[in-house]
Structure formats: structure tokens, C-alpha cells
């Protein structure tokens, strides 16, 4: 058994039984949020831009990926 195979049944020995948020962040292997680091994620869009540009925008993205994965499953 691997070793995260193990992590796993330890974290659920008990069906009913839910871990801590902080047992599960550790073994998914995440950490608090860095502030300065979403800043710059987030400044991708330009600020003269509508909210409703970038709906379109992210739905056009999201189109042209969905047509990729059907004419890669064709």
C-alpha cells in the first residue's frame, strides 16, 4: 500500500467520522491563502473593462476550450 493510500484510510477509519479542516489542508497538501500572490493573479484584466466584457470573455474561453475537447474525442 502506498503511503498516501495509508494517510487515507487514517483519515477515514470511521465513515461518520469528518477530520479537522486543518488534518484535511495538511493532507492535500495546502497552506493559507497568500495575499500578495492572488493580488497579482487577479490583475490579468484590464480595470476599464465592464464586468460583462469579462463574463463573455471567460464563456468565449470556455467555448473554445469545449469545441478543443470535442474535436480531440472526434
Known sequence: ???NEIEI???TDDFYS???VETL???QGVGPLDFEN???LGMFWPE???IDEFIATVRSWR???SAE???ELS
Open 69 to 71: 475537447s470535442d474535436r
Open 25 to 27: 489542508a495538511r493532507h
Open 63 to 65: 467555448d473554445e476550450e
Open 48 to 50: 476599464d473593462e465592464s
Open 38 to 40: 492572488a493580488r497579482r
Open 18 to 20: 469528518t477530520p479537522d
Open 9 to 11: 484510510e487514517q483519515l
Open 1 to 3: 500500500m502506498a503511503k
